[in-house]
């Protein structure tokens, strides 16, 4: 697979988004020789559209977010016109509207998606225990942004595989010829205590386990996996026959003030 190709920056804020990861370690992703990229945990989608694998299979437990980027595969420019129409209305009453909205055509729910993900407190993503959307309006009012190219994007997704649903079912899908890149949500050991919430259900310990056993029969059936995660001594036990590197990123959800703090993140190889 080609991987000499400009990145293409993410349309969404996403908690945990990896972007900087690929400016500093594009190394480790090396697809020669693979068939097809499988990310169970897409989120922002920042290592796919900074690899742009032509074959691949994406997936993430949000539903609302795997329907957006069918939509923009399907209908970019409904998408678009859409989001124009919120950046001409967006105020602080019609965010609280949109945001109680439930829309049920698919454009118009990865409308809504996009313009409350780009206009709402720090782009975070929370729901309520109905599912609803509840973060409040944040200090940003750009809709539409100079990097917004949702016709390339659509052609990126054209031979992509979208899927919505827990990773396991993803992984026991991939073998030989699959590269796997799990970024799951950064539970630690002993640490279960609702902060890394990304959707409904808390991603537990257990899910962890439940990860790197499914990661290593996916490793056993000739795949290739790498797997980021949290630089904790829980983690580096659980993946304790694998390959670790510890990398370094600066902290972005967190404020400005500690905008610059360097953290470490582990980046483990299985298999190789
Ligand atoms: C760290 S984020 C991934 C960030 C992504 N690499 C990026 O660059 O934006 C983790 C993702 O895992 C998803 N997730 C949480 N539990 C999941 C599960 N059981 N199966 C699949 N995805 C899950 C969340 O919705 C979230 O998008």
Known sequence: ???????????????????????????AFDLN??????????????????????????????????????????DWKSVLDLL?????????????????SAPTAQATRAARFIYLNRTCFNGLYRVNRRGEFNVPRGTKNSVLLDS????????KLSKVTLQSGDFERVVDQCGSG?????????????NNNGFIKYNEKLFS???QERLKDALIRASDRGARVLVSNADH??????????TCAIVKRHSVM???????????????????
Request: glycine share 4%; hydrophobic share 35%.
């Open 1 to 27: 697979m080609n991987t000499s190709i400009t990145s293409i920056t993410p349309f969404l804020k996403w908690a945990g988004g990896k972007r900087w990861l690929l400016r500093s370690h594009k190394m």
């Open 33 to 74: 020789g693979i068939e097809r990229y499988v990310e169970p945990f897409v989120g922002s989608a920042a290592v796919f559209f900074s690899l742009q694998p032509k074959r691949a299979l994406l997936n993430d437990a949000n539903a609302e977010l795997i329907e957006t980027y069918k939509a923009i595969k399907s």
């Open 84 to 100: 124009r129409k919120h950046q001409r209305s967006h105020s602080d009453d019609y965010y609280y509207q949109v945001r109680d």
């Open 148 to 155: 917004d190219d949702f016709e390339l994007i659509s052609r």
């Open 178 to 190: 699959d590269f796997i890149y799990a970024d799951p949500p950064y539970t630690v050991k002993h």
């Open 205 to 207: 310990w257990s899910d």
């Open 233 to 242: 001594p829980s983690i580096q036990e659980l993946y304790a026959d694998a």
């Open 254 to 272: 967190a404020s400005e003030s500690e905008r610059r703090k360097l953290t470490t993140e582990l980046l483990i190889s299985i298999g190789r």
